[in-house]
């Protein structure tokens, strides 16, 4: 076993399976993490349940803590340390302490960045004003926590209509707060299709959400105790509370000065071994790049799954496997209360700019047979490439049962499957779970009647 140093610069998803991965490997290497806050290994993803408080505690969303990792795995987690400055000529990393504000300079034999992705925000006035939140991180989590249970906050106002944006509307309208969402758009999630998006929106309304779309925002107004109102290009709406859910930018800053490859968003590029251009040093999870497997073109993506695959591939190549991260679909889920948000694959404004000629549908069904008892709507929306019939794109929106269908959608854009392969797939049923022909089959049947 190779003895090496090894720094790992993030302590969630990504840096702490690649963490585990070696030092399963490898008991003879040195490995540090470096993590900015005080937790590591956490469930992000969980972030909105706790705030809710369908889950009772932060604690339930850590899988392990930096002592577990210290005393039982012998990595060497250095919570409340922040890394400033890369410096890959002399391999050293430039650390700041958040205790007592210090620095110092580590050197490494090998690197792996995992740092994440963070809440974007524009450059408006007041954005650091108490009340504002970015949803990212568990530390955030516990902090609109602890604002809620201490302020009391009666109007919240989500900007941005990503998962985040959804996900905490939900949350936050559990917790008996008034709800506004601003959206730049007409329709909220830009990752649906419009005429999905609009069956998002009509769904959040019913639910009690104020939604304010095609408004830009403008700046934030703010006095000592906080925020106090959201202003956009149209009106200003009263907050006493803001979630910021307009999309997830990677948390790189600190490389700008280095000469590790960033892409025009500031993700961090790497090759699907998860190696950046500088030979000991890797990337992987909401900070680094990865391939659309649609389009076979570079593509960013922060999701939980991403980084759990992507820091295992990282954590074999650093110890000299062969491990490769082919790629993604872009498959995502969220949940607002009742309603299943499910997408995978292209949209239609991104097939148009790549000049694919497609056929689309989307079709009003039942989630189970229609004469059993609490069978819902559900909708599901197909695209095609006209000449082949090779799937391109799937969303679905229904209530339960709806949104992990969408699995099968991703299954077939992973393996290139036709409209014909879908509908010849041997899919389960039970009048409780399906009817007959399964929602995404029957969309299918419809699809290909329009192919050439």
Known sequence: MEKYKLIIIGGDAAGMTAASKIRRENKNCEIIVFEKSEYVSYSACGIPYFISGKVASHEELIVRTPEEFIKKHKIDTRILHEVIEVDTDNNQVLVHKSDDKTQFWESYDKLLIATGGKAFCPDVENRDADGIFGVSTLRSGIKVDNFIKNK????AVIVGGGYIGLEMAEALLIKGL??????????????????MGALVNNAMTNLGVKIYAKEELQKFEADKNGVTSV?????????????????????????????????????????????????????????????????????????GTVANKTGLVAGKNIEGGKA???????????????????????????????????????IKTKSRAGYYPDSKDIYVKLIAEKRTGRLLGGQIIGEEGAAKRIDVLATALTYKLTLRNIIDLDLSYAPPFSPVWDPVQTAARKLITLLK
């Open 178 to 195: 008034n709800v506004l969402l601003i959206n730049r758009s007409e329709e909220i999630m830009n990752t649906l299709d419009p005429d």
């Open 231 to 303: 202003v956009t290009d149209k009106q200003t709406l009263k907050a006493d509370l803001v979630i910021l859910g307009m999309g997830t930018a990677p948390n790189t800053a600190f490389l700008k000065k280095s000469k590790i490859k960033l892409n025009e968003k500031g993700a961090v590029v790497v090759a699907k071994t998860q190696r950046t251009n500088i030979r000991n040093v890797w990337a992987a999870g909401d900070c680094a790049t990865t391939t659309h497997l649609v389009t076979n073109k570079p593509f960013y993506i922060a999701m």
């Open 324 to 362: 490769v991260f082919p790629g993604v679909v872009g498959t995502a889920v969220c949940k607002i209360c009742v309603y299943e948000v499910a997408r995978t694959g292209m949209l239609e404004k991104q097939l148009k700019t790549l000049n694919i000629d497609y056929v689309q549908t989307m």
């Open 152 to 155: 009391k906050p009666k109007n």
